[in-house]
């Protein structure tokens, strides 16, 4: 009976108003959260998805953009090679792109120099005539001449001239995988003297910083013809 009665007096308390509207009000309030945040997740993952097909659908296009491209630029070499070494006697590139056989020079500009290096022909007006003092002339492969390259493009069209992907990884991968096989030999060698391989340190250190050319620089190797090859630099670290 002393339950019962305390049950009893448990539920008029809480019919009262000043109870019964403020626990009325919560629940409305809480009912009334969840179904807003349920909405926000629904609205959010709609949301993530179509970004997310958006951008596949961006970077399709821009892929096909820059494949489309390149192959117009390789096509313009191509044709720009055979036309000027050919036989008979060549006119001017202008008489190309008059006729539309070469790409907008908003996309890229053609020029042609002798072996001395003096411009002979140009699509766009050269800025120097002379290009055999350039800095690309004069330490060919001992010299910064990177550029943004799309791997994928590459990759493309490898494919489809039938070569297969040996390997993609990043530079600080390729050196560091290439350097644990020599035990780093080639950086403490004995001929070298003690400046000579810290600086060799120093500058293997830059080439594989994660933050800097390791990471930003990759290695794309493609082969034809042969079984596959396995190279050390695209074992993992």
Do not use: C
């Not at 202008?94 to 056989?101: H, I, M, T, V, Y």
């Not at 780093?184 to 910083?209: C, P, V, Y």
């Amino acid at each position: 009976m002393l339950v019962l009665d305390t049950f009893r007096r448990g539920l008029n308390r809480v019919a009262e108003p000043a109870v019964l509207f403020p626990v009325i009000a919560i629940l409305l309030l809480t009912a009334i959260w969840g179904s807003t945040r349920g909405l926000i997740k629904l609205k959010h993952s709609d949301a993530e998805h179509a970004a997310s097909a958006s951008s596949r659908e961006l970077l399709g296009t821009y892929d096909a953009q820059v494949s489309r491209a390149l192959h117009e630029i390789d096509q313009s070499l191509i044709l720009v090679k055979y036309w000027h070494e050919g036989d008979r006697k060549h006119g001017s590139l202008a008489e190309l792109k008059d006729q539309g056989l070469l790409p907008p020079d908003l996309l890229f500009g053609v020029t042609i120099a002798d072996r001395q290096g003096i411009i002979t022909d140009s699509t766009r007006a050269p800025q120097k005539q002379d290009v055999a003092s350039e800095d690309y002339f004069r330490a060919p492969g001992r010299q910064d001449l990177t550029a943004h390259v799309n791997f994928t493009a590459i990759d493309l069209w490898g494919r489809r001239g039938g070569l297969v992907r040996t390997g993609f990884t990043s530079q600080t991968n390729f050196l560091l995988a290439l350097a644990r096989v020599s035990n780093f030999e080639d950086l403490q060698s004995d001929d070298m003297s003690q400046d000579q391989q810290t600086r060799a340190r120093l500058l293997f250190k830059t080439l594989i910083n994660p933050e800097g050319m390791g990471e930003t620089f990759r290695v794309l190797i493609q082969h034809k013809g042969v079984d596959a090859p396995k190279l050390s630099g695209f074992d993992p670290l």
